[in-house]
């Protein structure tokens, strides 16, 4: 018997949470077909979610491609199907990418080893000036804080993750809350050990009272607490906080059953989710805005 789990028709990081809830009373061993037929609209991260669900089947999952020809071509676009081919048995219509310009500023990347990081970093050093001083008013001098927040979070995976995963890079108007501003918007997303089991990997580590996966994406995110000893180390996702937090822009990472956000004055997230169905691994979204009059330059 194959179980049947539905992408919903919009696809974002809040969304993705009902596939995680259709797949938590699924075995990993067992058939699974991924029903994308009906979606129409997939961000960064749910396209480089879906990836990672892919890699987290015992058996390899059937993956129903979006009927939609422009949803499917924007999909080929990014590189999805790239991907998914090897991930997933792959059913319907699977259009070919097209070159072009399009909003993606990194196509979906995979990344395993450091050198991926330098590849990824150095792919879209050049675009990211030119949307960042063109598309969203920022000084363009922002373009290495722009880098080394993209190389921290694709860091956060060689480290913490035990296999690859995932990055992509978008920028879109964003209509839910900003009025129609630019953003641009990165995902990370990766099957392997989560904030809690690294951490808990750290030499001398001693349980706390209260210690669940909540506790540990506070520890990392907000205190910078790592499994390294060596100076300076662990820093990543917390100075990628402290620069995201001068564009007024939005950091939430997931791992686990729980969800971390740093929430701006523009959004209405919750800071701290917890109980959520479980999924391996960490998933970061870095969220910044068209800077508007009056902001940081």
């Not at 990997?201 to 209260?210: E, K, L, N, W, Y």
């Amino acid at each position: 018997m194959t179980s049947v789990i539905t992408v919903p028709p919009s696809l974002d990081d809040h969304t993705f949470e009902q596939v995680v809830e259709q797949l938590a009373s699924v075995p990993r061993d067992a058939k699974l077909l991924i029903d994308a037929r009906h979606t129409r609209w997939a961000s960064p991260y749910g396209l480089t979610a879906l990836l990672t669900l892919g890699q987290t089947r015992e058996e390899r999952a059937s993956f129903a491609a979006p009927e939609a020809e422009d949803t499917a071509s924007y999909w080929a676009r990014t590189g999805f199907f790239k991907f998914a081919e090897e991930l997933f048995d792959l059913r319907g219509v699977v259009p070919k990418a097209r070159g072009g310009e399009s909003s993606v500023l990194l196509e979906i990347t995979q990344v395993a080893k450091s050198e991926d990081v330098h590849d990824v970093v150095g792919r879209i050093q050049q675009k990211a000036q030119q949307i960042l001083s063109k598309e969203l008013n920022i000084d363009a001098k922002a373009t290495v804080g722009f880098a080394m927040t993209l190389s921290e979070i694709c860091q956060n995976i060689i480290e913490h993750a035990g296999r690859g995963g995932f990055v992509a890079v978008q920028t879109y108007t964003y209509r839910k809350r900003l009025a129609s501003r630019r953003v641009v918007v990165i995902a990370v997303c990766d099957a392997g050990f989560g904030f809690r089991q690294t951490l808990e990997s750290a030499p001398g580590f001693v349980r706390s009272d209260r210690w669940d996966d909540a506790a540990a994406l506070e520890a990392a995110v907000i205190r910078g607490v790592s499994r390294f000893r060596d100076p300076g180390r662990g820093q990543g996702l917390a100075g990628v906080r402290r620069y995201i937090g001068r564009w007024d822009g939005k950091v939430s990472v997931r791992s686990g059953t729980a969800k971390i956000a740093i929430v701006p004055s523009w959004d209405d997230d919750v800071p701290l989710t917890e109980k959520l169905a479980p999924f391996p691994g960490s998933q970061v979204q870095v969220t910044i805005p068209e800077r508007v009059s009056g902001g940081p330059r």
